[in-house]
């Protein structure tokens, strides 16, 4: 078992940078690979990045790339995601979420644990 609570979300200007962080609680966190999803009003949720367990291996969706870095400290139990040149699209709840024994996907339904999620509104 897995808890999460996101931290770091906040009114940002377009162009700016915000970094966002995930605590986890429970064991064996670094056998977990993680994620960071985000649901704009009237949208559904989607896929913004993930790392793999070990930190190795990251994707992220083509909207962020190039803008965002999602990084993790197993020993710190932490996840991470620092978004510069901030847009008024952006604006969303993300959510981190936790996936056992797998690499870090972009299909939600693969996520076993999610975090409460952080408001992010980046204005024009």
């Known amino acids: 078992q897995v808890q999460l609570v996101e931290s770091g979300g906040g009114l940002v200007q377009a162009g700016g940078s915000l970094g966002l962080s995930c605590a986890a609680s429970?064991?064996?966190?670094?056998?977990?690979?993680m994620g960071w999803f985000r649901q704009a009003p009237g949208k559904e949720r989607e896929f913004v990045a993930a790392?793999?367990?070990?930190?190795?291996?990251?994707r992220y969706a083509d909207s962020v790339k190039g803008r965002f870095t999602i990084s993790r400290g197993n020993g710190k139990n932490m996840m991470y995601l620092q978004m510069n040149s901030l847009k008024p699209e952006d604006t969303a709840v993300y959510y981190c979420?936790?996936?056992?024994?797998?690499?870090?996907?972009?299909?939600?339904?693969?996520?076993?644990?999610w975090g409460q999620g952080t408001q992010v509104t980046v204005s024009s």
């Open positions: 429970g064991r064996a966190f670094s056998s977990y690979a």
């Open positions: 979420a936790a996936q056992n024994y797998g690499l870090g996907t972009s299909n939600e339904r693969e996520y076993d644990y």
């Open positions: 790392i793999s367990w070990s930190g190795g291996s990251t």
